[in-house]
């Protein structure tokens, strides 16, 4: 399984952007090939359960979190072995600490997990 770690996160104003990246922590070994994964950002704010906020498929399908579509942008450069996501229009909502996920499976929830970044947005 692929170890990861996400970065970018940081503290903004409303109507603000951030660009989140996902690698994996460690080199990868031979065996392990990151396009073969289904890659997804999800986010856990306070008081709440874990919520899926973007994924991309290793074919490429894409699928958002209503509250996100129009405002964020999910991406994957499997030649760089990184995932982006790319937030504009930032709201107060979205604050939340923000997780990769590497899913070898189309099972939700299954696969590796980063420790997260914190996005935090002010009014």
């Known amino acids: 399984q692929l170890q990861l770690v996400e970065s970018g996160g940081g503290l903004v104003q409303v109507g603000g952007s951030l660009t989140l990246s996902c690698v994996p922590s460690?080199?990868?070994?031979?065996?392990?090939?990151?396009?073969?994964?289904?890659m997804g950002w999800y986010r856990e704010a306070p008081g709440k359960q874990r919520e899926l906020v973007a994924r991309?498929?290793?074919?490429?399908?894409?699928d958002y979190e209503d509250s996100v579509k129009g405002r964020f942008t999910i991406s994957r450069d499997n030649a760089k072995n990184t995932m982006y996501l790319q937030m504009n229009s930032l709201k107060p909502e979205d604050t939340a600490v923000y997780h990769c996920?590497?899913?070898?499976?189309?099972?939700?929830?299954?696969?590796?997990w980063g420790p997260g970044t914190q996005v935090a947005v002010s009014a």
């Open positions: 991309i498929r290793r074919d490429g399908m894409i």
């Open positions: 996920n590497a899913n070898p499976s189309r099972v939700e929830g299954l696969g590796s």
């Open positions: 460690i080199s990868l070994d031979s065996g392990t090939i990151f396009s073969f994964y289904n």
